[in-house]
């Protein structure tokens, strides 16, 4: 039986999760899209249901499970109401802009005990990744020591506020480096003054690793993210940022993707894929849990608190509830 989803947030991401289902999903169909704009709503559903009340989709007989790219400040919410109607839910990364909101929704799923919430963060399934995970899993570079992280963008998101750059974009390093490694974040340090463009931020990793990460939200020449892994035997990192090389007017070269969607497609796929594929078995994925997105929304907190401050950030995050293990 296809699972019928319902998308919230017709934006970058929402259209793109529209069009993942529509061409690219095994056991699932879009059946309903939900936008402030119903215009924009419309044009994205093309024959199903067009929504312009969350609530409404959320609650619709006709909505088994829900994809979630409404703007950040409203995943939280979004994704509680998810839960208390027993549905599943794929939200968008942030879980929640606040430490409190997401740890609600971690406290809403253990309360109901069932797990039906898995966060957007799609690295977890973009090959390159998978294979340093793999690499690292099997010793082939010896123990890690170091992950250097770039996060690079040509130009801010025209959505882009406050301290984004941490609590939207950095988010990222904070997820994949946990899951990478297998280890967990203990501290950071941020090298750069609030609001400063690049900044250099450096965690260290109860293993001992040191995870050092560039974000740039306006370098200006393309959207590039990379990965190494540095072990005491050897390095593994991401390949080239684009998927050709080119041989042309005495040049060799590669290009940039303007922003994400075009650079982790496949992962965005195969992330869609395996989150329909727990929603039919129950079996959750290598996708990030709400404890996960929990975990990362109150790193980057704590470090936004402390960035002002030319010091050390212990993190302290509680400890994880039997369901997530
Ligand atoms: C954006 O919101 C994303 O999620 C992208 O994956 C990230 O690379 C970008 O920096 C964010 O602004």
Same mark, same amino acid.
């Given at each position: ?9 017709t ?9 993942i289902l529509?061409e690219?999903?095994?056991g699932a ?8 704009s119903?215009?924009r709503a419309?044009a ?8 312009t009340?969350?609530?409404? @989709?959320?609650n #619709?007989d006709?909505v088994? %499970?829900? &994809?979630? $790219?409404a *703007?950040d400040a ?6 509680l ?6 549905k599943?839910?794929?939200?968008e990364?942030p879980l929640a802009v606040t ?6 929704v971690?406290e ?11 966060v957007?963060?799609?690295?977890r399934?973009d090959?390159?990744?998978?294979e ?10 010896g123990?890690?020591v170091?992950l250097?992280n770039?996060?690079r963008?040509?130009?801010a998101p025209?959505?882009?506020s406050g ?5 939207n ?6 997820d994949?480096?946990?899951w @990478?490694l297998g #280890?967990?974040?203990?501290? %950071?340090? &941020?090298? $750069?003054? *609030?609001?400063?463009?690049?900044l250099m931020i450096?965690?260290e990793?109860?293993q ?5 990460t560039e ?6 020449y393309g959207?590039?993210?990379?990965a190494?892994l ?8 991401t390949?080239s940022?684009g998927?050709t090389?080119?041989?042309v ?5 590669s ?9 982790f497609r496949e992962?965005?796929?195969r ?6 594929k727990a929603?039919?078995?129950?079996v959750p994925?290598?996708?990030a ?5 929990y975990?990362?929304?109150?790193i980057?907190?704590?470090?936004v ?5 030319d %010091?050390k950030?212990h993190f302290?995050?509680g400890?994880?509830?039997?369901i997530?293990?």
């Open positions: 039986m296809s699972v019928a989803v319902g998308v919230i947030g934006g970058v991401m929402g259209s793109e999760h529209v069009r529509r690219e999903t095994v169909h879009l059946a309903a899209v939900c936008d402030a119903e215009d419309r994205a559903a093309g024959e199903n249901r067009v929504f009340d969350a609530l409404a @989709l959320i #619709s006709q088994e %499970a829900v &994809v979630i $790219a *703007p409203v995943h939280g919410s979004l994704v109401a998810c839960i208390e109607t027993g599943p839910v794929l939200c990364k430490t409190a909101e997401a740890f609600e971690v809403a799923e253990v309360a109901k005990g069932q797990r039906l919430v898995q957007g963060y799609m690295r399934f090959p390159p990744y998978i340093m995970k793999r690499v690292r899993e099997v010793g082939g570079v123990r890690p170091i250097h770039v996060h963008n040509p130009v025209e959505w882009f301290h984004m750059s941490v609590t974009a950095f988010v990222h390093e904070i994949v480096s946990r @990478l #280890s967990e974040m203990v501290s %950071a340090r &941020v090298h $750069a003054a *609030p609001g400063a463009d690049p450096t965690m990793t109860d001992g690793e040191i995870v050092s974000v740039f939200m306006n370098c200006g959207y590039h993210v990379h190494q540095v072990g005491i035997n050897g390095t593994i990192e390949a940022p998927i090389l080119r041989n007017s005495g040049q060799h070269n290009s940039y993707p303007d922003n994400w969607v075009p650079r992962a965005y796929v992330q869609m894929n395996a989150w329909v929603v039919k078995t129950g994925t290598d996708g849990s709400a404890w996960d997105g975990l990362t929304t109150a980057a907190e704590q470090i608190a402390t960035m002002a401050f %010091a950030t302290s995050v400890s994880r509830p039997a997530y293990d």
